[in-house]
């Protein structure tokens, strides 16, 4: 004969419910401070940028062109990774301008910004051939700065970039290998990690 | 074992009547995860809402409905371009009310510990 009460029908303690609530509040305000926005598509379409400039770069002789390629680069990549962001932000309801989405910004902002001064005191210093490094090491700090409100994947990516701004520092002579493995191979690698992942 | 039950028979007296005071319109699952969300942005969009506690339009409309008739979120309609976009955001009353549910959980916990 079977028991009328089995015993998952034991009634769950006020203490053990009021604890899964509070998880759950705990759980879900974490949740909804995560940054989603960020654009796994978008950032494909980046490194395909990066490693066109990289292969033009590569072509160049003058240092003024091997410089211009990049910068074109930059501002393409810039352009294609704020519409990115922008687009899907709005699909997803989320505000860009406002909480997370704004300390993302500020996270990944000041690092990049700190890169146009740094590049042309090493210009001026004729020590062109650290730049790569630079502009590797302080687009990873920002992208780990604001990864901190982001999916995980964003502040690995960060940190991919330090160390490959790390090798260019050290070895200058890699620099255009790195800036395309950087700026090319590993948006691609995570921009289609995250595009599959986060929805796009 | 006996000692365990005359415990828990302590502990009822002072659990029961704060379980009874609980904030029903707080309690269920999808407008708690509602408030909780609102409390850490100002406003939020129902369709980010609805992607983060994974529910229906459907669910979510009722819920969110009872949450502004008790008068714990606020909602503004309009338009982003030429789609409707509505927002949400959490009132004074509201963060009280998730400020004096968060307090009853946690008192709930210190009663059972305590005894």
Known sequence: ?200 | MARAAATRARALPIAEPRALRLDRVIHERVRLGMLSALAVHETLTFTAIKKLLDTSDGNLSVHARKLETAGYVACDKGFAGRVPRTEYRLTTAGRRALERYLDHMEALIRTTREA
């Not at chain 1, 210093?125 to 790569?132: C, V, Y």
């Not at chain 1, 790390?166 to 690698?189: E, K, N, Q, T, V």
């Open chain 1, 1 to 200: 004969m079977l028991p009328l009460r089995g015993p998952t029908l034991d009634p769950v303690p006020l203490h053990a419910r009021a604890m899964d609530n509070l998880r759950f509040i705990r759980e879900t305000m974490a949740r909804s401070a995560t940054f989603t926005a960020v654009p796994g598509r978008g950032m494909v379409a980046m490194g395909l940028v990066a490693l066109a400039a990289s292969w033009i770069a590569s072509r160049t002789t003058a240092a003024a062109s091997w410089l211009w390629v990049w910068l074109g680069c930059a501002a393409l990549a810039f352009m294609v990774g704020a519409a990115a962001l922008r687009r899907k932000a709005a699909l997803a309801g989320l505000p860009l301008h406002s909480g997370v989405g704004r300390k993302f910004l500020l996270g990944l902002l000041p690092p990049m910004a700190a890169a146009v001064p740094i590049s042309y005191f090493l210009l001026r210093n004729g020590q062109r051939e650290l730049l790569a490094g630079v502009w590797l090491l302080l687009y990873g700090a920002g992208v780990v700065t604001a990864g901190a409100f982001s999916v995980r994947p964003v502040p690995l990516l960060g940190l991919c970039f330090m160390v490959a701004g790390a090798i260019a520092g050290a070895f200058p002579a890699w620099g255009d290998a790195m800036l395309a493995a950087g700026f090319g191979g590993l948006h691609i690698a995570f921009g289609a990690l995250i595009a599959r992942r986060y929805g796009g």
